[in-house]
């Protein structure tokens, strides 16, 4: 069965057929009150449906699609982790591979993150949870397992950093390259059936935790694909509807481009257009900033679908031979591919499946969970975000069918140049570093505001002004020991080789051992 798409009639049909409805049954005076009642109707249309088109999708095949995506994610995330950042100068070479989760599944950074959102949320029953609300979940529940940008992240929190502040570029050095914009999104797609700006915004609401810039448009290009995948089972128009959600001026744009290009040209050698990716797009060496980044991991995704073609088994081979961070790549196909074919699908190849997801890594959350259970959690999400933006749940010769008020891809997020935020950033607290700094008697307030300045280039001439008050800042920074370890023994990525050396010469030292867990 598919979804079935249907065009609501003209606002102004709808009014005409109400008002006349309403004066073959009632007299002059509750014509009146009709009419206001028909406005109000009418209103509430016009600012809840964005579009004329309604699809209608049943109860049933909405929680096989939230399941089936749910699936595939975990599957490509476990399935390849063997796979993860062993394939750099050369691609993979998986040519026999049967999906397969005969333990279950377990807690992995690529889910567990939404894991912990999502439970939250069904239990608040809040689709956006607050920056406060999110800092303290990552303090209560998020404090292993956890790599590069995110941990950054987590310890700026222990700052009293919230975000999106934790996930600026000009905060926190991983910021504008990241793949968490990538790998922390899928499941909040899930929520947005059919609705590619809506899943966006709430993905963003959570990945720009720890990520900003050409990163947080990823997520717009991946929420509304694998939003998209609920109403279209073509890859390339999966791809085209995310590519339409992307800044004009996002390079990611260039990047999926090039991939469609040298997919048409080496339909049949896959391996010419992963070479073509490294060439391109191997910009520092090979190392981390290239292999964590989203410009490999965008195209081996976008790559992995092409050469994949709608076919989960051959789209899991070609995430793991396209390579870099692999299980990521794979986790977000098996995202899109899983909503297209859905649960059921999945379940009936012969694959041994165990319906298990078993906490390891986040604590004060419940020990054992189960694939299903964590889909059905979305699931109730889903009809949340569905009602909430316009659509409604009916029952029709006893079956649940949800109406939703399909959207057209589209940028909700613009990009800003590293400048003009860092100018921003000035603006709007400038003046409170700077009073921090000159009477501020805690110490976290303290560590904070020289944070800021020497991120904001403003170390310099506080220090030049009030050197003894600027040497208790940079104290109270120093206090701060697992932040400062972040800062001098994290990867050498160039942010933060150029964040080591602001911090240098703003007078805090580096400790003497390694100590970065």
């Known amino acids: 069965m598919k979804a079935r798409r249907r065009c609501r009639k003209p606002l102004r049909e709808i009014s005409i057929e109400l008002k006349e409805r309403t004066m073959r049954t009632i007299g002059r005076t509750e014509m009146i009150i009709a009419r206001a009642a028909i406005a109000g109707l009418v209103l509430q249309i016009l600012a809840t449906i964005a579009g004329a088109e309604v699809v209608e999708i049943s109860g049933e095949m909405l929680r096989d699609k939230i399941r089936g995506g ?7 995330n476990l399935n390849g982790l063997p796979h993860e950042m062993k394939y ?3 691609p993979g070479n998986v040519i026999e591979y049967k999906p397969a ?21 069904q239990k608040e029953n809040e689709i956006y949870l607050k920056p406060e609300r999110i800092a303290a979940l990552w303090k209560e529940r998020i404090n292993k397992g956890i790599w590069c940008s995110n941990r950054f992240a987590r310890n700026m929190m222990d700052l009293g950093f919230e975000p999106p502040l934790t996930g600026s570029a000009a905060l926190n050095p991983w910021a ?6 990538q790998f922390l999104c899928e499941t909040f797609a899930l929520l947005a059936p059919a609705m590619p700006q809506t899943a966006s915004r709430i993905g963003l609401n959570y990945t720009r935790v720890a990520i900003d810039g050409e990163p947080a448009q990823s997520t717009q290009l991946f929420c509304a694909m694998i939003s998209t995948a609920f109403v279209e089972n073509d890859v390339n128009r999966i791809i085209a509807s995310g590519v339409e959600s992307l800044d004009e ?10 991939v469609r290009d040298w997919h048409g040209k080496y339909k049949d050698d896959w391996r010419q257009t992963r070479r073509l990716i490294k060439e391109k797009y191997v910009r520092y060496g090979g190392q981390m900033r290239d292999n964590n980044g989203f410009e490999l991991n965008t195209a081996a995704v976008i790559a992995a679908l092409l050469y994949g073609n709608g076919d989960f088994v051959q ?5 793991f031979n396209f390579g870099w961070d692999a299980d990521c790549v794979a986790a977000t196909c098996g995202t899109v591919v899983g909503v297209t074919k859905g649960y059921k699908w999945m379940m009936s190849q012969g694959w041994q499946i165990v319906d298990r997801y078993k906490n390891t890594t986040r604590d004060n959350m419940p020990k054992d969970e189960t694939i299903t ?40 997020h613009t990009l800003v140049s590293p400048d003009a935020e860092v100018d921003e950033l000035r603006k709007k607290m400038g003046s409170q570093v700077k009073e921090t700094i000159t009477n501020g008697q805690d110490s976290l307030k303290l560590a904070r505001a020289a944070y800021i300045a020497i991120c904001l280039d403003m170390s310099e001439q506080i220090r030049k002004d009030q050197p003894q008050r600027w040497a208790q800042a940079i104290d109270a920074m120093a206090g701060q020991r697992r932040f400062v370890q972040n800062i001098y023994y994290d990867s050498n990525i160039p942010a933060s080789l150029e964040l080591r050396k602001k911090a240098a010469a703003a007078g805090l030292e580096k400790p003497p051992t390694k100590n970065i867990d």
């Not at 749910?70 to 490509?76: D, F």
């Not at 950074?109 to 949320?121: A, H, K, L, N, R």
């Not at 001026?249 to 090039?258: E, F, G, P, T, W």
């Not at 789209?315 to 995430?319: E, R, V, Y």
């Open 70 to 76: 749910m699936l595939g994610q975990i599957i490509g």
């Open 88 to 90: 750099i100068e050369e």
């Open 101 to 121: 989760l005969p333990d279950g599944a377990r807690t992995d950074d690529d889910t567990d993150f939404e894991w912990v959102y999502i439970f939250t949320m």
């Open 176 to 181: 504008e390259f990241n793949i968490s914009g």
């Open 249 to 258: 001026k996002s390079v990611i744009r260039q990047i999926v481009a090039d």
């Open 315 to 319: 789209t899991m081979k070609m995430a």
């Open 373 to 412: 259970c964590y889909a059905d959690r979305v699931l109730d999400l889903a009809e949340v975000v569905i009602t909430k933006q316009g659509g409604r749940r009916i029952l029709t010769d006893g079956r649940v069918i949800y109406e939703i008020p399909a959207e057209k891809s589209a940028n909700i």
